[in-house]
Every structure is written in structure tokens, then in C-alpha cells.
């Protein structure tokens, strides 16, 4: 399994605009819809990357308990569902049946929402605060599929009750580390090469 690091896009850049369709209800998600929430975070997720089915129930209970906090939740995929069928929309369905994800699972077919948010790899976090600026990009743990550690989303965690308390972030914030977004032929971003 290939590992790619993330770009770790600059803190304080605003979070982009999104519109993307949720298959498990069919209704598209608008940024704007979480503009009262206290926190707004975005994970890029894949159907089929180990590093992802590794967190994937520690994700699902974190949202359970964050969303309860104030945090605004949603999981995009973005990977080429030609040669990744496994990470098809209708699998995503599957996906948030089978872990009980509560936050929209979206789907980017057109890529574009997770290159402006600089994603390489999944599962790739961004944390923005109230005025959604980032405050945190980085992994959920020290977890990896090939370590005896714990799924606990420790850094995340933390990330998020700073944001909540309207502290910020530690300065120093680890890559999270996955597996590479599969782009589409002649769409991958230059920083990706």
C-alpha cells in the first residue's frame, strides 16, 4: 500500500465553497448549510483505502460526539469511480449504512472542492473554525493500519475542543497519511506529480 503524506494547506485559508450531492439521501450539501455551527470539518474519505477503513468506526463515533458539541461534519470522496468502482456512489450508500456514519457522505465527481482544498490523500482533515478560516489540517491519530496503536482521533480531538473554546490549534500539526486521491486522467493537481 502506497502511503502519501498531506499538503497541509496553509492555516487560516478560507474554506471553499461546496455544493456536492449526498447519495445515501440524495440532496445536494452546501457549505452555507453549517453557517451556524461553531466548527466546520471537512474529511476526504475513500470507500476502499485501508488507512480509512482503519479510523473508519473511530470517525463514526467521533462525529457522533462532536456533532452533539457544535461541530459541522462531512466526508467527501472524490476518487475516480472508472477505475475505482469500489468507490462509487452507490458504495458510498453502503459505506454510511455499514459504519453509521451520521454526517453527509458528499461526493466531488468533478474533483474540484478537494484540490482547492489542496487534498492528496485519504483520510485528509480540515478543521475551520466559526469564521472558516483553517485551524487545523492533519491526521486523526498516530494510528496506522501497520502499528499496534490505538484508533483514539487524539489530535483531532484536541483540534476540535481548541476550536471549540476558541483557542487555537497547536502550532505544530502532523500530516495525516493515506492513500492517494485516485484523480481522474489529465486532473490531477501540479503539486500532485
Not at 498516530?142 to 476540535?160: E, H, M, N, Y
Not at 471549540?164 to 500532485?192: M, R, V, Y
Request: some cysteine; proline content about 8%; aromatic content about 10%.
Amino acid at each position: 500500500m502506497v502511503q502519501t503524506a498531506s499538503t497541509m494547506m496553509p492555516l487560516g485559508s478560507e474554506a471553499p465553497d461546496f455544493a456536492l450531492p449526498e447519495p445515501a439521501t440524495g440532496r445536494t450539501v452546501r457549505r452555507d448549510d453549517f453557517e451556524d455551527a461553531s466548527a466546520l470539518l471537512v474529511m476526504v474519505l475513500s470507500n476502499h483505502c485501508p488507512f480509512v477503513k482503519h479510523v473508519a468506526d473511530g470517525l463514526a463515533a467521533f462525529a457522533r460526539e462532536y456533532a452533539e458539541k457544535g461541530v459541522a461534519i462531512v466526508g467527501i470522496n472524490a476518487n475516480d469511480v472508472e477505475k475505482y468502482p469500489a468507490d462509487s456512489p452507490e458504495k458510498m450508500i453502503d459505506e454510511v449504512r455499514s459504519r453509521g456514519y451520521v454526517f453527509p457522505y458528499l461526493f466531488d465527481d468533478s474533483q474540484d472542492v478537494v484540490k482547492s482544498l489542496g487534498a492528496a490523500c485519504t483520510p485528509d482533515f480540515f478543521l475551520f473554525d466559526r469564521d472558516r478560516r483553517l485551524a487545523y489540517r492533519g491526521q486523526f491519530d498516530a494510528s496506522r493500519p501497520s502499528l499496534d496503536v490505538p484508533v483514539t482521533g487524539a489530535d483531532l480531538r484536541d483540534a476540535c475542543d481548541a476550536v471549540l473554546s476558541g483557542q487555537a490549534p497547536a502550532d505544530e500539526q502532523t500530516p495525516s497519511i493515506g492513500c492517494n486521491i485516485k484523480w481522474k486522467p489529465g486532473n490531477a493537481p501540479s503539486w500532485f506529480a
